[in-house]
């Protein structure tokens, strides 16, 4: 089989990028020369008062000064270039790749990248500097011969998964060291500030239950940015523990009994603190005290809640309309006849945080109202796991209207879905009989958005704090270059299913970013697998079939001159053998989305896209859309697999 010129299983990825396997990205000769600036000033032009010495062009914030040097570009030309910031004490570093083009403010120590096309109107020289006070290193500017065709991915709010050991978790980068000093009290109360009540001794911060009492520790974060937070709460005395998580005023998580919490926010203020509040009782220790820097929005989600390998996660935006979703002792939630306690347990994310319901009378159950609009669906759900009991729940769809279900004793999400009759929507879980007691956790009740996805099941856990939280839908786009693509015959391989048979449309297009000129697999509004090829608007193929789009298919469709062919799970369902092909470097990009990129994302599961640049014969589809393994004989698989016999 001939291997693939593009190919993404999911696996590495960034903020904003998923990676794709192939192709290898390749490089012209660097251009710049005396990157290094070893050689002085050699080559290099410098508006006063830029100098270069000890190795580093150095700046001293004057706007509109630059260092350049002429490297003979061409215009329309794709390049990368690269420098190293080695020092920064004020300002931000200004390039230009060709006056009047501007590739990118930058600031912060360490190597820097960008990939940008030339503009030489104006003249063909790199630029650096304006406004920026420091020094950099290490120039070099190449022309990309070979791009790579990793994925553009944008979804600017955080977003769970779960994880390869069944855990929900939000997807992260770590931007910072640790910013909490004495965070573990191993140096006593040094950096923290003590209001009365508070008191260090035995490695650990104690109250002495005091309420609105602080413990504090000032300069820690930036207004605007996000972190990631964790601390320890131990040895908690008879009595109700009430304590509060804070950024200065800015309340971050209650806590209510020993355990190891754990969370994120975005800073209002730049201190941290932990208050006891007013309806505390409990003496209790704080300890291994953490926060970090950390960037969560636009994290490609690799999800493992099938097991086996991982998926790559794609959703619509939804919105979560209970506005504490794992504080089920707030004030949102109700109890009749029921007990509701924190328990001692882990909830699905492994932290401290879940509840233990104990029924205690007839009708008992657990839940709470929000606002919702007559005519829309709704879908609530929530973890459940069986402490004792008969295990059975009623869950309540947003109507009041039970849905039973037999719980096990390990985490399950459960749900039930509704059109809503009334501006409440309900999101209420009943127990069973007498005596029946059930851990909770994770409660979501969500709708439809304005784009008429979702609300007709249960999307990804979004975690909410005295409010409604929205998370925005993933979109994964532009992966290549019409270099990347051989756009005269290939094969387009994806094996994906759909989040839910619900009637809508979700692409995956290799296209030059229009309706006119794309190859696309695409589940449609009648819940079928269609495949087509579109040429200057004319379609030579197309076919359409019934399949379970829930379940994961491997779909490979190929297109040639005169000879196109659908292969769905090892069998090759259409063919024609006539139509046209593209011309040469029509299709420039790859995306999970029809070819005007933007529209019809595709929403679902992606175990695999792969884009050959030849179009395969019937036993490379065959072997590449089904689970064979087998050759004939062994000269097929010498000649399938390129061996070469000594």
Do not use: H
Not at 138 to 148: F, K, R
Not at 477 to 502: C, K, P, Q, R
Not at 521 to 545: D, E
Not at 555 to 584: C, H, P
């Amino acid at each position: 089989m001939a291997l693939p010129n593009m190919a993404m299983i999911p696996s590495g990825y960034k903020p904003t990028k998923l990676y794709s396997v192939l192709p290898t990205e390749t490089y012209g000769v660097d251009l710049i020369t005396n990157g290094d600036f070893s050689n002085g000033s050699t080559d290099w032009s410098l508006d006063s008062p830029i100098t270069i010495s000890g190795g580093t062009m150095n700046f001293t914030n004057v706007g509109g000064k630059y260092g350049s040097q002429n490297i003979g570009f061409t215009d329309g030309t794709t390049y990368i270039v690269k420098f190293e910031i080695t020092e920064q004490t004020s300002g931000s570093l200004l390039v230009f790749l060709g006056a009047g083009n501007s590739i990118g403010t930058f600031s912060g120590l360490g190597k820097k990248q960008i990939v940008a096309t030339s503009d030489a109107t104006f003249d063909t020289k790199i630029y650096f500097g304006n406004n920026f006070a420091g020094s950099i290193d290490n120039i070099s500017v190449q022309e990309v011969l070979v791009g790579n065709a990793d994925f553009d991915v944008t979804r600017a709010t955080p977003a769970t998964r779960v994880n390869q050991y069944g855990l929900i978790e939000t997807p992260e980068f770590i931007l910072s060291g640790e910013l909490i000093t004495n965070g573990d009290f191993s140096d006593g109360s040094t950096d923290w500030t003590l209001e009365s009540g508070w008191s260090v001794s035995g490695g650990v911060a104690n109250t002495d239950g005091t309420i609105n009492k602080n413990i504090k520790q000032n300069n820690v974060t930036t207004i605007g940015k996000q972190y990631k937070y964790s601390f320890d709460v131990l040895n908690s005395s008879v009595g109700d523990v009430r304590g509060r998580f804070r950024n200065n005023n800015g309340a971050v998580l209650n806590f209510f009994g020993d355990g190891t919490y754990s969370g994120y926010f975005v800073a209002t203020n730049t201190s941290i603190n932990i208050v006891v509040l007013s309806t505390n009782t409990a003496t209790f220790s704080i300890d291994n005290i953490s926060v970090v820097e950390v960037e969560r929005n636009n994290i490609p989600r690799l999800d493992y809640t099938d097991g086996g390998c991982p998926v790559l996660l794609t959703e619509p935006q939804s919105t979560n309309l209970v506005t504490n979703s794992n504080d089920m002792l707030a004030s949102n939630w109700s109890q009749t006849t029921a007990t509701v306690t924190l328990s001692s347990n882990l909830n699905p994310s492994g932290d401290s945080v879940c509840y233990r319901v104990e029924r205690i009378g007839s009708g008992a159950q657990l839940g709470g109202v929000a606002v919702a609009t007559i005519g829309q669906t709704y879908t609530s759900s929530v973890y459940i796991r069986r402490i004792s009991g008969s295990g059975i729940v009623n869950m309540k769809d947003v109507n009041n209207v039970n849905a039973p279900v037999t719980i096990t004793d390990e985490w399950q999400r459960y749900s039930v879905t509704g059109v809503a009759n009334s501006a409440n929507a309900r999101y209420y879980y009943t127990l069973g009989s007498d005596g029946d007691v059930i851990e909770a956790s994770f409660a979501q009740i969500e709708k439809e958005n304005t784009l008429g996805y979702n609300g007709e099941y249960a999307t990804s856990y979004i975690p909410t704090y005295n409010g409604i939280v929205s998370r925005n839908q993933d979109l994964v786009n532009n992966a290549g270059t019409s270099a990347t693509y051989n756009s005269e015959e290939g094969v387009l391989f994806a094996e994906i299913a759909a989040l839910a048979d619900d009637g809508k449309q979700r692409r995956i297009s290799l296209s030059d970013g229009t309706n006119n000129n794309r190859v696309v697999i695409y589940y449609n509004t009648s819940n079928q697998l269609l495949a087509l090829v579109k040429v200057g608007g004319v379609t030579p193929f197309a076919y359409t079939m019934v399949t379970d789009i829930k379940q994961l298919s491997k779909i490979g469709l190929k297109w040639k001159q005169d000879d196109f062919a659908l292969w769905v799970n090892g069998v090759e369902v259409a063919t024609d053998t006539s139509g046209n092909t593209f011309a040469a470097d029509t299709l420039d990009r790859l995306a999970f989305t029809d070819g005007s990129v933007g529209t019809l994302p595709f929403f679902g599961k992606t175990s695999q896209v792969q884009v050959f640049n030849t179009a395969l014969s019937n036993f490379d589809l065959l072997n590449l859309t089904s689970n064979a393994t087998g050759y004939a004989t062994y000269e097929t698989m010498r000649t399938s697999l390129n061996f070469n016999i000594q």
